[in-house]
Nanobody
Framework: QVQLVESGGGLVQAGGSLRLSCAAS????????MGWFRQAPGKEREFVAA????????AYANSVKGRFTISRDNNKNTVYLQMNTLKPEDTAVYHC???????????????????WGQGTQVTVSS
């Protein structure tokens, strides 16, 4: 049983930046992948970014590559998503997710993940 709580969402103008955080709590665990997904109104949930336990392997959707950076602090059980040069098409509810006992490269399939946060709204105005 794991609880994930996102924070840092809000309203920002195009070209601006936001930093999302997701803190995991509950059972003690190690060796897990953490990722971010997003869902815009009327659209399917899509992969954004993910990071391995070691922090050495990351994956990004092509739409955010070069603009977003994912990182983690295992001592705090927290994953971050630094979002720069935001565009209106980045507007969505952003969810963090955790894949337990996952080693190696992070996956991009939402069905691989075991625990999900409630989401935080990101709105980018033009």
């Amino acid at each position: 049983q794991v609880q994930l709580v996102e924070s840092g969402g809000g309203l920002v103008q195009a070209g601006g930046s936001l930093r999302l955080s997701c803190a995991a709590s509950g059972r003690t665990f190690s060796n897990y992948v953490m990722g971010w997904f997003r869902q815009a109104p009327g659209k399917e949930r899509e992969f954004v970014a993910a990071i391995s336990w070691s922090g050495l392997n990351t994956a990004y959707a092509n739409s955010v590559k070069g603009r977003f950076t994912i990182s983690r602090d295992n001592n705090k059980n927290t994953v971050y998503l630094q979002m720069n040069t935001l565009k209106p098409e980045d507007t969505a509810v952003y969810h963090c997710a955790l894949d337990r006992d996952k080693y190696g490269a992070p996956g991009m399939n939402e069905h691989e993940y075991d625990d999900w946060g409630q989401g935080t709204q990101v709105t980018v105005s033009s």
